[in-house]
């Protein structure tokens, strides 16, 4: 019994999502992974799993890694900044949790991440209302 095709289903759906949504809506979607990367990561250190540590921590480190390589310090001034140094603090943070096998060290980036997120989300819907 093959399961490929549910999860190729699932991965198109991704991309369609991906391919169709606004630059505000992609950044929301990156935040959601982040998070669950997280998430995910906290609970293979809370496990002693060392395999899903490394992926999930590797997944929300390269999401963080890119949103901090995008800002844009010309146009985003004093905001890019403020995002780049808390990026820096949530990647050191990862750092830290890995290094440590420390779940804990994950609860700051965490609540940074839904924060942001929700106020991702909170423009995401201003956007759709006015289009």
Known sequence: MNTFPNT???SRYRQTEVLTT???QLIVLLYD???QAVELAGDGIARRHQPDKARFLGRAV???SELSSVLDFERGGDMAKSLYRLYDYMLSEFTQANLRNDASRL???LRCLKEMRGAWHTV????ASIS
Do not use: L, R, T
């Open 124 to 127: 995401a819907q201003q956007q």
């Open 107 to 109: 609860n700051g980036p």
């Open 22 to 24: 606004s630059g505000v």
């Open 62 to 64: 390269g999401i963080v």
């Open 33 to 35: 992974s982040a998070i």
């Open 8 to 10: 190729a289903a699932a």
